[in-house]
């Protein structure tokens, strides 16, 4: 039995007062064996206090000061990580196009990681301290890294969230959130919410209804946690929903469907409703551009993909335009695109909607190949993507809650503290962060984080302005942007 067992076990049977003072007369008593051992206290260079998950000794150097996991779901258990465990490896950091020297960067900053993860479940912090600042070092756009770089400095009482994301099938979406939490992560813990710091904890639920409700079980059983980040799509936030009503805060960076708008008085978005993004959408696309009717082509099977659609077709409707239904079911496995094309062209369509399900989009990369220009395409925040760029998508117009136009200075830090440009998910993410960190500069408990967020007078600095929920729905109010792709980049477009 090592030693720092040895005093955890003593202490849990006898108490703090009793352990303090048989180690500090150098005496310990191993009574499985008999066999007494004395140490003598130069020999353990000096007497070990231990203070909950805390183990110094008396020059007041730090033994073991990592935040402690326990997760009682074991088909959790490679899901969840405060440090102690990577869950974002190589495979997910480089991309097909990625150059070889970046490569490299990026494959020795993952075995640092790694290393660092291995030290922090072992109880060394300052090694894995050491092990993630070096990691940072070589590659500075990796968020999980600087996550668990700021959590092994949190020290005791730190303040507790959690971020769910889809790490396992939709990487570049899960990183780019965590981009914005971890930034905001940053950013408080140099001073601290009421002298306590901020530990994230990471959690991958792939989107997965049946993995993302047993992790809304853990987290509502885990009163540490105070809110959760989460979760991605709509259909995750939707099945999690119910598990958080009434016991834990829930701010979605990116889940926009109507169905979660007065859901519980725990759910909150960062993100606008899919009722406030139609509007600005179709107001542009009939009015200021007048691409008049506009097919729809959506996912039937994914309740935001339906949410959305509905919404637009009501938004254009109320703009004065039309919509037209043509055969573009991207649920389908029969899915034509050519077919869809041809149908909406010769239906008198001026326009294409787009809006697939986010594991949809070499489908819509496809769909606008085969549309090659012919008619104009407008879309939902879902195809703002790199991998969009990837078809023929020139001159394609989305709504989006976010771009980095409308704050220049805050998304020249972030492209300066990642190393790379930033979208809107990870300024949804920061300002879903800036939230919970402005309710909990209030109250530290997950009823009072609930009735600061969800008071009339609560308000937030975020990034794409002042953060407001509204009080009845908990949706936040506020003003979209419209974004379209020119030159195989996103640009911003004036909204009138």
Not at 185 to 206: A, F, M, P
Not at 238 to 254: E, W
Not at 435 to 452: M, S
Not at 458 to 475: L, M, P, R, V
């Amino acid at each position: 039995m090592s030693l720092k067992r040895l005093i955890r076990k003593i202490n849990r049977s006898f108490g703090k007062k009793l352990t303090s003072l048989v180690v500090a007369l150098g005496l310990l008593i191993i009574v499985p064996t008999s066999i007494y051992l004395i140490f003598t206290t130069s020999e353990m260079e000096s007497h070990i206090t231990l203070q909950e998950n805390v183990i110094t000794n008396s020059r007041g150097q730090n033994l073991s000061s990592c935040p402690q996991l326990i997760i009682k779901n074991t088909d959790l258990n490679n899901r969840i990580s405060l440090g102690n465990k990577t869950l974002i490896g190589e495979q997910f950091l480089i991309p097909d196009h990625t150059d070889m020297n970046r490569n490299k960067k990026i494959q020795l900053s993952v075995k640092k990681k790694q290393a660092g993860t291995q030290a922090f479940a072992q109880g060394n912090c300052e090694e894995a301290k050491k092990l993630f600042a070096e990691a940072k070092n070589i590659f500075p756009n990796d968020p999980e890294n600087i996550i668990y770089l700021h959590n092994v400095q949190v020290g005791s009482n730190p303040l507790k969230i959690a971020v769910s994301v889809p790490i396992g099938n939709q990487p570049p979406i899960a990183q780019e959130i965590l981009r914005g939490v971890a930034y905001a992560q940053y950013k408080i813990n140099e001073t601290g919410i009421n002298n306590r710091k901020l530990l994230v904890e990471i959690i991958n639920d792939d989107n997965d209804s049946a993995v993302v409700k047993k992790v809304a079980e853990e987290l509502v059983k885990d009163a540490t946690i105070l809110a959760v980040i989460g979760h991605n799509t709509s259909k995750a936030s939707l099945a999690a929903a119910p598990f958080y009503n009434d016991q834990l805060v829930m701010v979605s960076p990116t889940s926009t469907s109507d169905n979660l708008s007065n859901y519980n008085k725990f759910i909150f978005r960062s993100v606008f409703t899919n009722r406030e993004m139609t509007k600005t959408l179709a107001k542009y696309a009939v009015k200021t551009i007048n691409k008049n009717p506009i097919a729809v082509c959506y996912a039937h099977d994914d309740p935001s993909s339906k949410s959305f659609t509905v919404d637009f077709r009501k938004s254009v409707n109320n703009e004065g335009g039309k919509t037209i239904e043509i055969d573009c079911n991207l649920s389908s496995s029969n899915f034509n695109a050519v077919t869809a094309v041809s149908q909406a062209i010769n239906l008198g369509a001026n326009g294409l909607f787009i809006d697939p399900e986010i594991n949809q989009l070499n489908t819509a990369i496809n769909l606008a190949n085969v549309n090659n220009g012919r008619l104009v395409l407008f879309g939902e925040p879902t195809l703002y993507t790199k991998e969009i760029l990837q078809g023929q998508v020139e001159g394609l117009v989305l709504v989006a809650p976010w771009h980095p136009d409308v704050n220049p200075s805050f998304a020249q830090n972030m492209q300066s503290f990642w190393g790379g440009p930033v979208n809107w998910r990870t300024g949804m993410a920061y300002d879903a962060t800036q939230a919970i960190i402005a309710g909990l500069q209030q109250k530290q408990t997950r009823q009072g984080l609930q009735q600061v967020l969800g008071s009339r007078e609560f308000t937030a600095q975020g990034e794409n302005g002042e953060i407001k929920f509204d009080y009845d729905s908990g949706d936040r109010l506020g003003t979209v942007v419209l974004v379209t792709v020119s030159n195989k980049n996103f640009k911003s477009i004036p909204v009138k």
